[in-house]
């Protein structure tokens, strides 16, 4: 399995958590809100001279729509804590999550229903598994 597979596929557990929450590993084609979207990359080398290593951002983005953002920051909020809850990574051993930033921002028009978009990026290193 490749980092990306395994690292998505925890992190989509990880979010299945949040009460009320789709997770998707793409932008769904029809989804209610609120929802989640997992996303890996970029992924660059973090191997050495006797294992393979990835380095890559793992990045969630969480829509909503609602007067306000209350509610989406609130998700956010969840969905940090369950992403820096993970573990481990099939195949591969975790070395560092580490929180990068966050941002919530709003989506549409003032015609339109009030849309938010928040994301919460973080910085993740693995070796793989026996590359210790």
Same mark, same amino acid.
């Given at each position: 399995m490749t980092a990306q597979e395994a690292l998505l596929a925890v992190a989509k557990a990880a979010l299945a958590s949040l009460d009320g929450v @789709? $997770?998707?590993?793409g932008p769904p084609v029809r989804a209610s809100v *609120?929802? +989640?979207?997992?996303?890996?990359? *970029?992924e660059t080398d973090w191997g050495h001279k006797s294992g393979i290593g990835r380095e890559g951002r793992l990045a969630v983005t969480l829509r909503d729509k609602s007067e306000t953002p209350a509610r989406l920051?609130? #998700?956010? =909020?969840? +969905?940090? @804590?369950? &992403? +820096? =809850? &993970? @573990?481990? $990574?099939? =195949?591969? %051993? #975790? $070395?560092?999550?580490?929180?990068?930033r966050g941002r919530i921002v709003r989506?549409?028009? %003032?015609? +339109?229903p009030q849309a938010w978009a928040g994301v919460i990026e973080f910085r993740v290193r693995m070796l793989a598994a026996g590359s210790g």
């Amino acid at each position: 399995m490749t980092a990306q597979e395994a690292l998505l596929a925890v992190a989509k557990a990880a979010l299945a958590s949040l009460d009320g929450v @789709g $997770v998707y590993d793409g932008p769904p084609v029809r989804a209610s809100v *609120p929802y +989640a979207v997992v996303e890996i990359g *970029p992924e660059t080398d973090w191997g050495h001279k006797s294992g393979i290593g990835r380095e890559g951002r793992l990045a969630v983005t969480l829509r909503d729509k609602s007067e306000t953002p209350a509610r989406l920051r609130r #998700l956010m =909020g969840e +969905a940090e @804590g369950a &992403i +820096a =809850g &993970i @573990g481990a $990574v099939t =195949g591969w %051993s #975790l $070395v560092t999550l580490h929180y990068l930033r966050g941002r919530i921002v709003r989506e549409g028009t %003032s015609n +339109a229903p009030q849309a938010w978009a928040g994301v919460i990026e973080f910085r993740v290193r693995m070796l793989a598994a026996g590359s210790g």
